[in-house]
C-alpha cells in the first residue's frame, strides 16, 4: 500500500510569488490534514478535510492559505503571496475515517521564500 | 492554545545506552502518540497510549500514559545507531479532536 506523497518536496520562491503545494492521501481514506513546521517550533496543525468538506480549519494562519480537496480525493494547499515567514515544512497527514485516530504522514514539503 | 513542553531538546548517547525523553502539558490529553522523524521523511508514529497509567512496549521502546493525564514518557533500551532521529510527542486534547499538539522534539544522536 502506497503511503502518502507530497509534492514538490522542495520548493524555492521568492516573497510575493504564489506556490501550490499537493498531497495524495493513502487511497480509501477520508481524513486529510495539514500540518506546518517552522524552523524551530512544533509541528503545528493547519486544517483538516474530511472528504471534500473542511471540517477544521482553525489552523490556517491567514487568507493567503487557501486549501483544497476537490472530489476528496488529492488536496492542495496554496499560498498567495508568499511571505518569508511562511518558510518551513508543510506535511500532508491521512487517515482512515472509522480508525484509532492514527495519522499517516507524508515526507513534507520543504518551503523557503527568499 | 494547548501545548506539549518536551525535554530534553536534543542528547547525545553512547551506542547500547538506554534513553529516556519526556512530555508534560497544563492541560489533560486523552491520547498520547510518540513518533519519529528522519531526515527527509515525514514523522512515524511509534506508540500510541490511550488510557492514563497504560504502559506499551514496541521492541526497545516503552512509553507511558502519566496517571494525571498530563505527561507522557519514552524510553528506549539498548540505543542503536539507527535510533538517531527527532522524536516527537503529540496527543489529542479534546473528546473527537481529530488536531494533533506536537511537542518540540528531542533530537537524539548516538556515538558507535
Known amino acids: 500500500e502506497a503511503g502518502v506523497t507530497q509534492f514538490p518536496s522542495h520548493s524555492v520562491i521568492e516573497k510575493g510569488q504564489t506556490v501550490t503545494l499537493r498531497c495524495d492521501p493513502i487511497s480509501g481514506h477520508d481524513n486529510l490534514y495539514w500540518y506546518r513546521r517552522v524552523m524551530g517550533k512544533e509541528i503545528k496543525f493547519l486544517l483538516h478535510?474530511?472528504?471534500?468538506?473542511?471540517?477544521?480549519e482553525s489552523g490556517m494562519p491567514n487568507n493567503r492559505f487557501l486549501a483544497e480537496r476537490t472530489g476528496g480525493t488529492y488536496s492542495t494547499l496554496k499560498v498567495q503571496p508568499a511571505e518569508l515567514e511562511d518558510s518551513g515544512v508543510y506535511f500532508c497527514?491521512?487517515?482512515?475515517?472509522?480508525?484509532?485516530?492514527?495519522?499517516?504522514f507524508g515526507p513534507g514539503t520543504r518551503l523557503l521564500v527568499l | 492554545g494547548q501545548q506539549l513542553n518536551q525535554s530534553p531538546q536534543s542528547m547525545f548517547i553512547q551506542e547500547g545506552e538506554d534513553v529516556s525523553m519526556n512530555c508534560t502539558s497544563s492541560s489533560i490529553f486523552n491520547t498520547w502518540l510518540w513518533y519519529k522523524q528522519d531526515p527527509g521523511e515525514g514523522p512515524v508514529l511509534l506508540i500510541a497510549?490511550?488510557?492514563?497509567?497504560e504502559l506499551t512496549s514496541n521492541g526497545r521502546l516503552t512509553a507511558q500514559f502519566g496517571i494525571t493525564r498530563k505527561d507522557s514518557f519514552l524510553n528506549i533500551s539498548a540505543s542503536i545507531p539507527s535510533d538517531v532521529g527527532i522524536y516527537f510527542c503529540a496527543g489529542f486534547s479534546g473528546a473527537g479532536s481529530y488536531q494533533l499538539t506536537f511537542g518540540k522534539g528531542t533530537k537524539l544522536s548516538v556515538i558507535p
Open positions: 478535510f474530511v472528504k471534500e468538506s473542511k471540517q477544521d
Open positions: 497510549l490511550y488510557k492514563a497509567g
Open positions: 497527514a491521512s487517515s482512515h475515517i472509522t480508525s484509532d485516530q492514527t495519522q499517516y
